[in-house]
């Protein structure tokens, strides 16, 4: 089953194409890492999925309700003046679906506990996000997607300036996410957590995307006379055009 399928995708940027004849289909249950070099159109690819960019041509097809949709950017891309505790933030989960303004009841409480005791930051839930730790921030990050019980999760480089423990926490709640059916899509650049987390892989490079099997990207890369931590961009020769 695939609740998100790419319809001969075009987008651009700028008035320029970055993308072009994207198809394919992101299977429910599992995680597709997505690849490619520096503007090769990861974000470009990410804000489209999420409504937040009007194709140039063809769709993007999105059966998984709005309010289940999560998208977490990459750490940078963050405000972090903005005063919130991590319980304020892991609470927000519920506005998408229950409101901004509702207020919380008894079991959203109970569940945002259970959420910061899973991610191991209970003892942080008073603690405003400008005094995080990269690790902590991302776990908090995660916990509120885990709130809002999203159903499509997308994430821009999420290990990117955490710690080592941290990276094992999120790897465990990401791959739990998938085993309960959710959807995940993570920009990755290290080949060691891709072949840990992804089941699929979609590498975008030139305009165009390929729909690549992990293991045959990590064959392609062992069979490469250098073999960088970080990830070949070229298409490896099993690579085939996604099924929409
Ligand atoms: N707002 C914008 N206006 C004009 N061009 C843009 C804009 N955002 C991105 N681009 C261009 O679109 C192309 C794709 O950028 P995008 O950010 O999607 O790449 P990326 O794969 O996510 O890169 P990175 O790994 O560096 O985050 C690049 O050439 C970039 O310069």
Known sequence: M??????????????????????????????????????????????????????????????????????????????????????ELIMSGTWPSHGAFKGYCGPHYRRGREIMARLGISHLAHRQLGELSGGQRQRALLGRTLMQEAELLLLDEPFANVDIETVEVLMEVLRDMAREGATLIVVLHDMEQLARLADDVLLLAGGHGRWVSPEALLEHHTGQATRAPRLPFDFPEDSHAGTA
Do not use: Y
């Open 2 to 87: 695939a609740r998100l399928k790419l319809h001969d995708l075009q987008l651009a940027r700028g008035g320029q194409t970055v993308l072009e004849h994207l198809d394919g289909r992101f299977q429910d249950g599992a995680v597709t890492a997505l690849i490619g070099a520096n503007g090769a159109g990861k974000s470009t690819l990410i804000s489209a999925i999420m409504g937040m960019l009007t194709p140039v041509a063809g769709r993007v097809e999105c059966a998984v309700p709005r309010e289940r949709c999560a998208w977490l950017p990459q750490q940078l891309a963050l405000d972090l003046t903005f005063p919130m505790s991590v319980e």
